[in-house]
């Protein structure tokens, strides 16, 4: 038997959510959610859990592995819980909606992972986002683009951004070219998502590719930089005109981005989300970490499977992980002490708490500590009304 100490532990991967950080959460998703009001973009609510077929159809079969599935005790059939919940969205947008243009939609909620993205990382991300659903233009692109970095400026992160971006339909018009079968994509993928040199020169000399095709697959996992790279990806692509059209709207998308703010990081090999992703994939991270504050793309199918494709483009980030980085703002409150059954202290109250006042009231009987209430003021009778005094710490 687990001893009464184990009782209370979590799971790996699982945390609880404390008062301060709570609220420091709780203000940035208002903040965000209101930014994206401002730019057009409207809230919705997907489901916590969906049938699994509906939840893991298209583009969300990648996430298979990441859903945990339960059985649903009306009908005996499999639902999943969401463990991303882009895929909802574009079902709304296309079985749901039927609009004729752009539907710009944004979520904010907990999804639940079967484990964590990375080593020590959350199960339980809050996951927050938008898509563009419509246009196939780089402008749409632009826009989820800039507006992700307005997202990531909210916390007030002290330090420059590096944006990543690639397009996966380089690769994959190199690879068509190829005519390469479905084992080998895969395996050819792999070695590009590890970017494994020695294997990719034995996968090369395994097979008898198209010379131009063989020697861009060789080096574009290798291809990363400043938008000096456009140089050596056009000598390398002059042979693949699908792949030179991808090229062209990524340096489009550099050129429009100039003046963000953020350093841009081309990665022409990059291949996140290859199965899902059709078009321009990007990524924001802090300069030296590792894993990104927010990623999204181009996944121009991803409704298809609901009766109605629509190119869409979004982002998605952890709010939680955001609000981490924000600085801590220890707040203020104004602690009461009264009697509410006083009109005129209960009008004081009042009075404050809609002027934007946190306003906590002493109770009776208990230890009111202003400190542990997070109050730095408290609202004290004098001379026939109410006053406010600073708490000195």
């Not at 420059?160 to 994509?185: N, S």
Request: glycine share 10%; aromatic share 6%.
């Amino acid at each position: 038997m687990m001893n009464q100490e184990e009782q209370w532990l979590l799971p790996d991967g699982v945390e609880e959510v404390l008062p301060e950080r709570a609220r420091a959460i709780e203000q940035l998703r208002r903040r965000a959610l209101d930014l994206y009001a401002s730019w057009g973009y409207e809230l919705v609510f997907p489901p916590l859990i969906e049938f699994l077929e509906s939840l893991l159809n298209g583009a969300g079969r990648d996430l298979e592995r990441e859903t945990f599935k339960i059985t649903d005790q009306l009908s005996g059939r499999l639902m999943g819980v969401r463990a991303d919940i882009t895929p909802q969205v574009a079902r709304i947008d296309a079985h749901s909606l039927h609009r004729k243009g752009p539907a710009r939609l944004c979520y904010c909620s907990t999804a639940l992972r079967a484990r964590p993205a990375q080593a020590g990382g959350s199960r339980l991300p809050y996951q927050l986002g938008v898509e563009l659903f419509g246009p196939a233009g780089g402008d749409s692109d632009l826009e989820v683009i800039l507006l992700m970095l307005e997202t990531l400026a909210l916390p007030g992160i002290d330090q420059p951004l590096v944006l990543d971006l690639g397009h996966v339909g380089i690769f994959r018009a190199l690879v068509d070219a190829c005519g390469l079968d479905q084992g080998d994509q895969a395996r050819l993928e792999d070695i590009y998502l590890r970017k494994a040199r020695a294997e990719l020169d034995a996968f090369l000399g395994e097979h008898e590719l198209p010379a131009g095709a063989a020697r861009a697959l060789a080096a574009l996992p290798f291809l990363d930089g400043d938008a000096g790279v456009f140089a050596d990806a056009h000598a390398l692509l002059q042979d693949c005109p699908p792949a030179l059209t991808a090229l062209a709207e990524l340096e489009w998308l550099v050129a429009a981005l100039q003046g963000s703010g953020a350093r841009v990081h081309l990665d022409l090999g990059e291949l996140r989300g290859y199965h899902y992703h059709t078009g321009c994939v990007f990524a924001a991270y802090r300069a030296g970490d590792s894993e990104p504050l927010a990623k999204g793309g181009r996944y121009d199918h991803i409704g298809e499977v609901f009766g109605r494709a629509r190119p869409a483009t979004g982002f998605s980030a952890d709010l939680k992980k955001l609000a981490s980085l924000a600085p801590v703002s220890l707040g203020g409150g104004i602690l009461a002490r009264g009697d509410l059954s006083d009109p005129a202290f209960a009008a004081e109250v009042a009075r404050l708490r809609a002027g934007g006042e946190r306003v906590v009231l002493a109770l009776s009987g208990a230890d009111n500590d202003p400190v542990e209430l997070g109050c730095d003021r408290q609202l004290l009778a004098a001379d026939g009304g109410w006053a406010l005094q600073s708490i000195s710490s």
